[in-house]
């Protein structure tokens, strides 16, 4: 009896130091199975909030990349809509002093996208290259980052309101996630119905008339939308809230289709910008200079 509770000791001995050699590997690992993890979850179909449906008839190609999920346009050479899953962990992971930094990416054509613009075709254009999904939000892993510079992600943007209130808007959400756990954000450009304005090196890439970003936090059962004019916006970015309906009456898209029709139209309804958290503007800070980023000549 007593050598046999000499040995279970010696077993649950060996165990334990097993196990905090097997915690150490885990620890090492568990950012790179945090990204399978995100990618494969990005990759799912039923039940999905980032499913977005567009009409009938839009010119779109799916592209399911580790951190968000772009429907692009190939006609227009620009996305219909950026959707991506934002979590406290990462905004964690994003805003940690080794994490990736901007300075270290560009823009890039993405090769597997045949339609997809080279990222000197706005060279000569009047508009910045706007992020949809905002590099501040997928600094918490280099692939992540590195596919958000794709020109899948970018549609032509007007410099002021680029750098200027809908930045601020953007660093109010990243703070959201943080304060909420988990957030979904969906991006994308209002086209008009007629005589869209064209733009690049080719001049095939269309100019957005509006831009919308709608974001639901779906633990509280809050969400909000922003619409804003593809031009300097004079006012504060938080007189720009609106509805989810709203957006969808503009573009058509039917967003979060996978909730319930009675939390989807309730969630959809709401516009009570007062209930989401104060942000201080230009807290954030990635150390990058967007100043530098205005092209100087104007083709319209």
């Known amino acids: 009896m007593k050598k046999a509770l000499i040995l279970a000791c010696v077993a649950l001995l060996a165990a334990t130091t097993s196990c905090k050699n097997c915690s150490r590997e885990e620890e090492q690992q568990s950012s790179h199975l945090f990204w399978s993890d995100k990618q494969q979850q990005?990759?799912?179909?039923?039940?999905?909030?980032?499913?977005?449906?567009l009409p009938a008839g839009t010119s779109n190609q799916r592209i399911d990349y580790e951190a968000m999920t772009?429907?692009?346009?190939?006609?227009?050479?620009?996305?219909?809509?950026?959707?991506?899953?934002?979590?406290?962990?990462e905004i964690a992971q994003a805003d940690a002093p080794d994490s990736q930094k901007r300075n270290n990416y560009t823009f890039n054509a993405d090769p597997k996208v045949s339609s997809c613009p080279e990222w000197?075709?706005?060279?000569?254009?009047?508009?910045d290259r706007g992020h949809m999904a905002p590099a501040m939000d997928m600094r918490w892993s280099a692939k992540s980052m590195e596919q958000c510079f794709y020109m899948t992600n970018i549609c032509p943007q007007d410099h002021d309101l680029n750098n200027g209130e809908w930045r601020k808007m953007e660093e109010a959400i990243h703070s959201w996630a943080r304060t909420y756990k988990q957030i979904y954000v969906m991006t994308g450009p209002v086209l008009p119905k007629n005589n869209i304005e064209m733009t690049g090196k080719h001049n095939d890439i269309a100019v957005p008339q509006q831009f919308y970003k709608i974001v639901y936090a779906p633990q509280q059962g809050m969400a909000i939308a922003f619409l804003f004019d593809?031009?300097?916006?004079?006012?504060?970015?938080?007189?720009?809230?609106?509805?989810?309906d709203e957006?969808?009456?503009?573009?058509?898209?039917?967003?979060?289709?996978?909730l319930p029709d009675s939390t989807e139209d309730a969630v959809e309804a709401q516009n009570q910008f007062k209930k989401w958290p104060y942000h201080r503007d230009r807290e954030f800070n990635d150390g990058y200079n967007y100043n530098n980023t205005r092209n100087r000549k104007r083709t319209h």
């Not at 990005?42 to 449906?53: F, H, M």
């Not at 429907?71 to 899953?85: G, L, M, Q, S, T």
């Open 42 to 53: 990005l990759q799912q179909s039923g039940g999905n909030l980032i499913e977005v449906k």
């Open 70 to 89: 772009v429907y692009f346009n190939p006609k227009y050479h620009i996305p219909n809509c950026v959707a991506y899953e934002l979590t406290a962990t």
């Open 120 to 127: 000197w075709e706005y060279k000569d254009s009047y508009y």
């Open 230 to 244: 593809n031009e300097n916006a004079i006012n504060s970015w938080r007189n720009h809230s609106t509805t989810i």
């Open 247 to 258: 957006v969808e009456r503009l573009t058509g898209i039917d967003f979060f289709a996978a």
